[in-house]
């Protein structure tokens, strides 16, 4: 159960904030494609807008990092990380931005993102990348 001395102790539906950060994401095929770098909150709703997904790199040099629309993820618990239905291939040509340019976020990088992967924030899975379906665990979407 969450408590303020264990914030990252989220059984159930609920996850601690602190603890997203980090958690792995794979696609449909299973194939580990970075991790949860930090979310992108919308400040009137307190709903997840984007997943910055940090991919590529070596020890944090060289790294970018790949915003995704949070409704194109899939927690799957029997990976322990996110799934979405994207190859390496799509996500390679995704809007990418260093680690100092996170603070610049404005309405033209969310409609850039949004545009790229034919999706609105909350409102489902972007058409075109088809529904994640079963998770690689079996996780369903």
């Not at 807008?49 to 993820?73: C, K, M, T, V």
Request: proline share 6%; net charge negative; glycine share 16%.
């Amino acid at each position: 159960m969450v408590s303020d001395e264990n914030p990252s102790n989220t059984g159930g539906r609920l996850i601690a904030a602190s603890k997203v950060n980090g958690t792995a994401v794979y696609n449909t095929a299973g194939e580990s494609l970075g991790s949860v770098h930090d979310v992108m909150l919308d400040k009137a709703s307190g709903k997840a807008d984007y997943a910055i997904l940090s991919f590529g790199g070596f020890l944090g040099i060289g790294e970018r990092y790949h915003p995704l629309p949070w409704n194109q993820l899939t927690y799957d618990p029997q990976a322990g990380g996110f799934v979405v239905n994207l190859d390496r291939s799509r996500l390679e040509g995704a809007p990418t931005y260093a680690a100092d340019d996170l603070s610049l976020w404005d309405e033209r990088r969310s409609a850039d993102i949004d545009t790229y992967y034919g999706a609105s924030p909350g409102i489902g899975p972007a058409p075109g990348l088809g529904d994640a379906g079963l998770g690689i665990g079996g996780a369903v979407r």
